[in-house]
């Protein structure tokens, strides 16, 4: 059972364009919800992160946009580099739970020069 | 300011025998997780951690994984009589609680069992 998708596998944009990433879950228990960025052979990296109070929080390239109602969420990064290029995952929490994260499967961004 | 550190970063180990993986959380950070990753996949909750607590173990195999945060030295996850389908890469992040819920990341252990 995915509680949190990422529904395309991959995203391909070229530099200076907007590259917009996708989520969605189906547990409205989730209340505060993240995104990372992995390289291969390393380990993710955080981006950027929203409670589910806000439905937006923006930090520099990137901004998160969350929409309770129809339990999804985007990420925004304008302009796109080179080095955005990765793999980009969605991850949800409960907050006052056990803080584990529920991930999606991941989208790869790669953004053309 | 060092980051989560793991070690080792690569292990091979053959059918039956024991892996052990070791995490160091960033200075500061009391809570550890750790997550698998298995090939095109997401990465999977295993188990949350507090000195010398084990907080939430609902992603953990029944039988053969354990881990533990001892109250001084890394964490560790241990893997008894590994079989092929252990091959993966595990994941440790820490954060500092106290409300904060983003996770730091580890460069992670991929595991091979031959």
């Known amino acids: 059972d995915q509680q949190v998708k990422q529904n395309s596998p991959s995203l391909s944009v070229q530099e200076g364009r907007i590259s917009i990433l996708n989520c969605d879950y189906t547990?409205?228990?989730?209340?505060?919800f993240l995104w990372y960025k992995k390289y291969p052979a390393e380990g993710p990296t955080f981006l950027i992160s929203?409670?589910?109070?806000?439905d937006k929080n923006e930090d520099g390239r990137f901004t998160v946009f969350l929409n309770k109602s129809a339990k999804h969420l985007s990420l925004h990064i304008v302009p796109s580099q080179p080095g955005d290029s990765a793999v980009y995952f969605c991850?949800?929490?409960?907050?006052?739970?056990?803080?584990?994260?529920?991930f999606g499967k991941g989208t790869k961004l790669t953004v053309n020069p | 300011n060092a980051g989560v550190m793991q070690n080792p970063r690569h292990l091979v180990r053959r059918r039956g025998q024991e892996a052990r993986l070791r995490c160091s959380p960033m200075?500061?950070?009391?809570?550890v997780y750790w997550y698998r990753q298995l090939p095109e996949e997401g990465l999977k909750f295993m188990v949350y951690?507090?000195?010398?607590?084990?907080?939430?173990e609902s992603g953990m195999p029944k039988e053969r994984f354990s881990a533990e945060f001892p109250k001084e030295g890394p964490s560790i996850l241990r893997i008894q009589q590994v079989v092929r389908g252990d091959s993966a890469a595990y994941f440790c992040?820490?954060?500092?609680?106290?409300?904060?819920?983003?996770?730091?990341f580890g460069p992670g252990t991929r595991l091979t069992v031959t």
């Open positions: 951690l507090q000195k010398e607590n084990i907080i939430d």
């Open positions: 992040a820490s954060s500092p609680g106290r409300g904060r819920f983003e996770q730091y």
């Open positions: 991850a949800a929490t409960l907050q006052g739970g056990s803080e584990k994260l529920v």
């Open positions: 547990n409205s228990m989730f209340d505060y």
């Open positions: 200075k500061g950070h009391s809570h």
């Open positions: 929203i409670s589910s109070i806000k």
